[in-house]
C-alpha cells in the first residue's frame, strides 16, 4: 500500500505571509560610513555628467592601487553610487568592478576596507542581473569569511548579500557548503537586533534546501529560535516562526524542537499570538504531530486542544482548517507501533 500524504503537509505557509514577515535586506542602512554632502553631491554630479562612465572606470581601476587609502576611497565611492540607483548599479558591474572588490575582499586585512567592500557589494546584489555574476566570480567564500572574521556592520551586511545570492537555488547549496550556516546562527545568537533580523532573514532562504536545514539544526539553531520565540515582545517571533516551519519538516529539526523544550513554547503562540503566529504554529505542530504519537501526547499535555479549538472557531480560514485537521489528529488513538518514535 503507498505512503498516503496528508492534504495539510502538501502546503506549509502562505508564500505572501511569508514575504510580508521577511523583508529583504535594504542596502547601505547602518550609514556606517558617513559622508558629507558636499562628497555626495559631488558624486551625484559626476554621475550625471556625460562624462560619468569615465568616472566610474577610474574608481574601477583605483581598486587595483597601490595605496589602501586610494583603494578605501574608491570602493567607498562605489559604494556610495550603488546605494540606490539601479542605472549605477549596472554601470559599475559592466565596467568590471565585481572581480577586484571581490579580490579585495578576499585578499586584505583591514577591517574598514572589507566593510566598503563588503557594503559595495552588497548594493551591486540589489540587482538581479549582477546576483550571478557576483556569485560565478567568487563572492561566496569570502563573504563567508566577513560572517567570520569583519566589523558587526560588515557581518550584517555580508548576511545580506548572501541573502540576495541564496535566491538561486544553486547558490543556495553552495552557500551551505561554504560554511555560511554556522556563522548565520552565531549572528543570530550573538548580533544586535538588526544582525539577529538579517541573519534570520538570509537563513530562511538558505534553509529552503534539505542540507542546509540538518546543517542549521547541528548547528545548534533551535535554541536561539525557541528563546526568541518565547519573548512574544521581542518583535522576532514571526520570523522565528517560519525559521522554524522550514527546519521541522527534517528528523533533525523535529528531534531539536523537542530537546530545546519548543512545544510548549508553540502552543503558547497558538494560544496568545496574532492570527499569522497561530496559523504558524499551527503548521509547525502538525508537522511534528503526523508521524510520532510520543509527539502528539506531548503537545496534548502542553493542553494544546482548547487553544486550537478557539482557533477553528474565530482564526482566519486557514488556520481553521489546520487547528481542525490537527485536533483530529491529535484525538486519534495512539498505535501500539509507534509509542517509541520521536
Known amino acids: 500500500m503507498g505512503t498516503h500524504i496528508p492534504t495539510y503537509m502538501l ?9 510580508s514577515a521577511f523583508s529583504d535586506c535594504n542596502s547601505d542602512r547602518s550609514g556606517e560610513f558617513p559622508t558629507t554632502s558636499s562628497e555626495s553631491r559631488r558624486l551625484l554630479m559626476a554621475c550625471a555628467t556625460e562624462n560619468s562612465d569615465d ?32 542605472e549605477n548599479r549596472l554601470k559599475i558591474a559592466k565596467a568590471g568592478a565585481i572581480k577586484p572588490l571581490i579580490s579585495l575582499m578576499s585578499s586584505s586585512h583591514d577591517l574598514h576596507l572589507q566593510e566598503h567592500v563588503v557594503t559595495a557589494i552588497l548594493n551591486l546584489s540589489l540587482c538581479d542581473d549582477n546576483k ?11 563573504l563567508v569569511n566577513a560572517l567570520k572574521t569583519g566589523t558587526p556592520t560588515a557581518k550584517e551586511n555580508a548576511a545580506c548579500a548572501l541573502l540576495r545570492l541564496s535566491q538561486n537555488d544553486n547558490h543556495k547549496v553552495e552557500i551551505g557548503r561554504a560554511g555560511a550556516i554556522p556563522l548565520l546562527v552565531n549572528l543570530l545568537e550573538g548580533g544586535g537586533l538588526r544582525g539577529k533580523k538579517d541573519a534570520l532573514t538570509a537563513l530562511y532562504s538558505v534553509c529552503s534546501v ?6 542549521a539544526v547541528r548547528a545548534g539553531i533551535m535554541k536561539p529560535l525557541v528563546e526568541l520565540m518565547a519573548d512574544l515582545g521581542s518583535n522576532m517571533v514571526d520570523k522565528c516562526a517560519y525559521v522554524l516551519s522550514v527546519l521541522v519538516t527534517v528528523t533533525e529539526g523535529k528531534t531539536a524542537l523537542v530537546e530545546e523544550g519548543g512545544i510548549p513554547v508553540v502552543v503558547e503562540i497558538v494560544e496568545v499570538g496574532s ?3 497561530k496559523e504558524i504554529a499551527v503548521v509547525i505542530l502538525l508537522e511534528i504531530c503526523e508521524e510520532s504519537a510520543v509527539y502528539r501526547s506531548m503537545v496534548c499535555r502542553e493542553g494544546a486542544i482548547p487553544p486550537l479549538v478557539a482557533l477553528s472557531q474565530f482564526g482566519t480560514n486557514r488556520a481553521k482548517q489546520k487547528a481542525e485537521t490537527l485536533i483530529e489528529l491529535l484525538r486519534q488513538p495512539r498505535s501500539g507501533n509507534d509509542g517509541g518514535r520521536t
Do not use: W, Y
Request: charged share 30%.
Open 132 to 142: 550571478d555574476t557576483i556569485a560565478s566570480s567568487g563572492a561566496i567564500e569570502p
Open 55 to 86: 568616472f566610474i572606470r577610474q574608481l574601477v581601476l583605483n581598486l587595483d592601487s597601490c595605496s589602501i587609502d586610494q583603494q578605501k576611497q574608491a570602493t567607498m565611492e562605489i559604494r556610495l553610487l550603488a546605494k540606490n540607483k539601479h
Open 210 to 215: 534539505k542540507e542546509n536545514k540538518v546543517r
Open 11 to 19: 502546503t506549509t505557509i502562505d508564500d505572501n505571509s511569508s514575504s
Open 275 to 277: 492570527q499569522r503566529q
